[in-house]
């Protein structure tokens, strides 16, 4: 099956939402993609959405801050919890509050070449099969000021226990008004965040993500087919990223003993639109920055074909991707997604994520962008 073929059966389901009865059928699909690999299913448990986390992240806060009103001792042990959980998952590290229930099970596929003896270099192709709420915060209107937005949120969480330290040393009327009020906030912006996925459910993600796994799928099928000599290529296809990265986390823990100095990771994310990029800049309070031998050699490809001249880098600091994990682990890692001019993906997460907004140029060039990495890693001298 070709790429294009890969992304138009994706999106021929309504959606890819995590724990939905869709996940089997689309595992299953992808699954008979592979005749001569050994494919493993290997599940992990997670929130469905990323709503519940969001719901337990400011109901928690909300509680802690009205409890200020009678309780500042109980105020003040809620509000550290849960800011410390938000801090942690809104810039993108292991939060607590990801284990917090409801839970679902999910499935990365591991997908690796038949009966081959270990070789010195391993290469890890990523992209997430599963699809997202849709949400307010991603129309155009509102995506281009998703960082700021996040950073004010961050700020008014530090607030809130500023507010709480002081009404348990310091009770003051003005202030606990203050607090009483941000609680509001923080539950209107809940309903913001949320009240898309209750009305509109799922996006279709034709862009987010068939496009990457597509395109992982369409790079690896070819190296394989190379038989390189030095250079292992296993192909991950992961769950529950749009849930906070969780089906890469999953991954990561399971097989980071097998990960030596030797192993990398290239991730492919919305490839449906605008012009390919080597993301080497994400976080969303802090920069999280890309610079490793991976980006030197996709820097290097793009100067040595014609095809990939236009390629550059870029940044994206709109929720982060799966190879977040990696980055922050020392594994040399690099995503391959597509931005338009304004640096922004069109469509993501809103129900104009589907097929007829697709353009494959992208994908096609991250595909041999992707392939052109893994023979530069092949051939490179320890
Ligand atoms: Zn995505």
């Known amino acids: 099956m070709t790429s294009k073929q890969i992304v138009e059966k994706l999106a021929s389901f309504p959606n890819r939402g995590v724990a939905t009865p869709n996940e089997i059928q689309v595992l299953d699909f992808l699954t008979q993609l592979f005749t001569n690999q050994t494919v493993s299913r290997e599940s992990f448990r997670t929130p469905k959405t990323y709503v519940s986390v969001v719901w337990w992240l400011i109901l928690g806060l909300a509680t802690g801050l009205i409890c200020l009103n009678f309780s500042p001792i109980l105020g003040l042990v809620l509000t550290f919890i849960f ?26 596929l591991v997908i690796k070449k038949n009966v081959s003896t270990p070789k010195a270099k391993k290469l890890i192709l990523m992209a997430h099969w599963d699809t997202a709420p849709i949400s307010l915060l991603y129309r155009p209107e509102m995506v281009g000021n998703f960082r700021k937005s996040l950073r004010l949120s961050l700020i008014l969480m530090l607030l809130a226990q500023f507010l709480a330290i002081s009404q348990f040393l310091l009770p003051n009327t003005f202030l606990l008004l ?13 309903i913001t965040a949320t009240i898309d996925f209750v009305r509109l459910g799922y996006s279709n993600g034709a862009s987010d993500n068939a496009t990457g796994v597509a395109a992982a799928i369409e790079t690896a099928q070819n190296l394989w087919s190379k038989n390189l000599q030095n250079l292992d290529i296993d192909l991950v296809i992961t769950g529950a990223e749009e ?25 492919f994310d919305t490839l449906g639109s605008g012009d390919l990029k080597i993301i080497t800049q994400t976080g969303s309070w802090s920069n999280i920055v890309y610079d490793n031998v991976l ?45 338009d001019k304004n640096g922004r993906m069109p469509n993501i997460h809103r129900p104009t994520d589907t097929l007829e907004n697709v353009d494959f140029r992208p994908m096609e060039k991250a595909i041999l962008l992707a392939e052109k990495i893994g023979e530069k890693l092949n051939l490179m001298e320890n």
């Open 83 to 108: 800011v410390t959980m938000a801090l942690l998952y809104f810039n993108w590290y292991a939060s607590p509050v990801t284990s917090f229930p409801p839970f679902v099970t999910s499935n990365n």
């Open 178 to 190: 203050v607090a009483n009020i941000l609680a509001f906030y923080f539950i209107l912006q809940g």
């Open 243 to 267: 849930v906070g990265m969780i089906g890469a986390r999953a991954y990561m823990k399971a097989h980071y003993q097998e990960f030596t100095k030797e192993t990398y990771l290239i991730n």
């Open 295 to 339: 980006v030197k050699k996709a820097k290097e490809a793009t100067t040595q074909t014609a095809d990939l001249k236009d390629i550059s880098t870029g940044a994206w600091h709109t929720a982060d991707f799966d190879s977040v994990w990696f980055q922050r682990a020392g594994i040399p890692s690099l995503t391959l997604a597509a931005l």
